[in-house]
């Protein structure tokens, strides 16, 4: 409010030669300057006198907290939580908050980091919160807040406004300009109970597995650009049974060209019949022996290899690990074994067109946008997380058939665009009306399988979701 006084103050000042006094502030001396999760928040103002507790707590991730600030949380949380090392510093306030409010009829609301509503973070922080007591009285999902600061930050945020007391008054949730009265609000801010969706090894239902792309733990000696295969050629023609292309999710989505050196099966007279490839495995090898990482080190006994091989003799199905928010659908695509996958994209090794069709569809995008993380805004799609918790639809031969005709029609549909890359074909404005309707073909059947109708809302959709997951994991 001082702030906001002295900006306007300023304005006006330019309009009116006089002083005046902008907002009903006075100068009292209740500014506690100190660590908040450290402090005793009872000595600063005692619960019985508080009817509200407002603010926006520092945004620090998971990956930028010092060490100090990673032992504050452990301290406040049980003992006996697994993973607090792994949510977000503003997570600190909501537990202050809930032990101060504790008896009382005091409510609470903070700007927040989206992320804690979002992906591993959920079932770590809210099971906690839920121990605590809270009872969510209204949420606002997820805004981008513009900074004033002359080096602009993007932050994405949500309000959530809660109290230490369960009550059977109806709940709010804004979303942009619309506004939604529900009898529950989840931790993922939906409407619904509060069902957590935990990481996990292997899928809920009978599907093929999904892993990460191949890593190549070399320090950048063993991926290639278009100069490397081009001194490679030069040196000998012979060398292009060693170059293979190499694609994640980046690539996948934007045709962007990238190569490799794959030596697997490659025999060592072979191997050092190239001064180029001599001198690119014996960095990688150099680099591997400097690693504290005893599998890094390990990995030095074998420097002509990828670190972590995972790619299939068959074709796989490529999901990128992060893709724009402003998609309607994430673009996975069919991919041929002798492109080499990375470790920035999700590979599915058995699916089938059937498989593509339900992943490609409105209900499996409705369910990633709630429980996936994210970077920034777009969407951190993941296999623990997002696929091994999916709810796969139980269907008839010929409901299989029908989503596999749907599925063949989108990939026929992009086919008529050679020249375009993914990112081309999704981008919302311009997306062919070849492609928009084989899509909108495929919905349809998806939601057929499931028992849903075409004119099913994305939140009813979720919810039926959700009541599948319940009853897939009792």
């Known amino acids: 409010l001082w702030i906001a006084e002295s900006q306007m103050v300023n304005e006006t000042a330019k309009i009116l030669a006089r002083d005046i006094d902008f907002l009903p502030l006075k100068s009292y001396s209740n500014i506690i300057e100190g660590n908040a999760l450290t402090l005793d928040w009872n000595e600063v103002c005692p619960a019985d006198k508080l009817s509200y507790i407002i603010g926006n707590p520092p945004f620090v991730g998971k990956k930028e907290q010092t060490r100090e600030q990673k032992a504050e949380l452990v301290a406040l949380f049980d003992k006996k939580a697994k993973g607090i090392g792994n949510i977000d510093y503003v997570s600190g306030w909501y537990k202050k908050a809930l032990t101060l409010m504790e008896g009382t009829n005091c409510q609470a609301a903070f700007v927040s980091t989206n992320s804690i509503t979002q992906g591993e973070q959920v079932p770590i922080l ?72 935990d990481k996990r090894e292997k899928s809920i239902c009978d599907v093929p597995a999904i892993m990460y792309g191949s890593m190549p733990i070399d320090d950048g000696h063993l991926i290639l650009n278009r100069e490397d295969v081009d001194l490679l050629l030069q040196e000998s023609p012979n060398n292009e049974k060693f170059i293979r292309k190499y694609a994640g999710g980046d690539e996948i989505i934007k045709n962007k ?70 998609r309607r659908y994430i673009p996975i695509a069919f991919v041929q074994p002798e492109v080499i996958i990375n470790g920035s994209a999700l590979i599915i090794p058995d699916a089938t067109l059937y498989h593509f069709g339900i992943l490609i569809s409105n209900i499996h995008m409705a369910w990633t946008r709630i429980v996936c993380g994210r970077m920034k805004s777009d969407y951190q799609y993941s296999g623990s997380n997002v696929y091994n918790n999916f709810p796969w639809p139980t269907i008839t031969p010929e409901q299989e058939a029908e989503i596999s005709r749907t599925a063949q029609a989108i990939l026929d549909a992009r086919n008529l665009y050679p020249d375009c890359s993914l990112a081309d074909l999704y981008d919302e404005l311009f997306m062919p009306v070849e492609l928009r309707r084989a899509h909108q073909a495929n919905d349809k059947a998806v939601m057929k399988a499931y028992g849903l109708s075409v004119t099913t809302s994305e939140s009813d959709t979720v919810a039926h979701l959700f009541k599948l997951y319940e009853e897939l994991t009792k």
């Open 257 to 326: 060209e990238r190569w490799c050196l794959w030596l697997k099966n490659i025999s060592p007279i072979e191997l050092r019949s190239s001064a180029i490839i001599q001198d690119r495995v014996a960095n990688t090898r150099l680099f591997r022996e400097s690693s504290n990482r005893p599998q890094t080190l390990k990995l030095a006994d074998v420097p002509y290899l990828f670190g972590e091989i995972r790619q299939p003799e068959t074709p796989m199905l490529v999901i990128p690990k992060v893709s724009s928010e402003r």
């Open 126 to 197: 809210w099971r906690e919160l839920f121990k605590a007591g809270i009872n969510i009285i209204f949420a606002h999902r997820t805004f981008r807040w513009d900074s004033e600061a002359t080096l602009k930050a993007h932050v994405h945020c949500v309000i959530i406004g809660f109290s230490n007391k369960i009550n059977n008054r109806k709940k709010i949730i804004y979303d942009g300009e619309f506004s939604k009265e529900v009898n529950e609000i989840s931790p993922y801010l939906i409407e619904g109970k509060s069902i957590f969706v």
